[in-house]
């Protein structure tokens, strides 16, 4: 890459540009609210650009919500499920009724003011370290997405346990593996 500069004040501000522009792009990148790619079945951890399985697929996973939170929330069973494509951590369309429902009574119903714990949880497939990271950026996009509807930062906390909790031997059991859980903060 070639700075082509006017004065050493420019030069200066070009090559700060630079850098900053490098180190985001050498930084993972931020979850993203937006249409799921599709399982593959393998774990080749590239981004996937098939459309997305129905809800009901095996491969999708949930957002768990606490029964506490539901019943505080008068959210009906059901409507408590949000969905995430194997080796995702993209929200769809889908998703985002349940979401809404969570962060407007966190931010202005019967939870204002209380804390919600997101706890990410990933399938056994791929490195410790991977599935640590991706469980958390799932926990972080809904903590974004709670955030950004009226929920405060500071009362929206989330954590991975990546594939500590996980029992699943099969796509069936590796879809429960997959998940947020939407809990009461302490």
């Known amino acids: 890459m070639s700075i ?3 004065s ?3 030069g200066v501000i070009a090559i700060a540009s630079a850098i900053a522009f490098a180190a985001c792009a050498a930084s993972k990148p931020a979850p993203v ?3 799921v790619a599709a399982a593959s079945g393998t ?3 590239q981004p996937e650009s098939k459309p997305v399985a129905l809800p009901d697929s095996p491969t999708a996973s949930r957002i768990v919500i606490a029964r506490d939170v ?3 929330c008068h ?3 059901g409507d408590g499920d949000a969905y995430f494509a ?3 951590s993209r929200l769809t369309s889908n998703d985002l009724p349940p979401l809404t429902a969570v962060a407007q009574c966190f931010a202005s119903g019967p939870l204002t003011g209380r804390k919600v714990q997101l706890v990410g949880h990933a399938d056994p ?3 410790d370290e991977y599935n640590m990271t991706l469980g958390q950026s799932r926990a972080d996009v809904v903590a974004l997405y709670l955030t950004a509807h009226g929920v405060s930062p500071v009362n929206a906390t989330s954590t991975s346990r990546g594939e500590l909790d996980a029992k699943g031997v099969d796509e069936s059991g590796w879809a429960r593996d997959r998940r947020v859980d939407v809990m009461l903060g302490k």
């Open 8 to 10: 050493p004040r420019h």
């Open 43 to 45: 774990p080749n951890r």
């Open 75 to 77: 959210i009906a069973d």
């Open 4 to 6: 082509s500069v006017d």
């Open 86 to 88: 194997f080796d995702s």
């Open 125 to 127: 497939r791929g490195t």
């Open 70 to 72: 539901l019943d505080a």
């Open 33 to 35: 609210i937006a249409p």
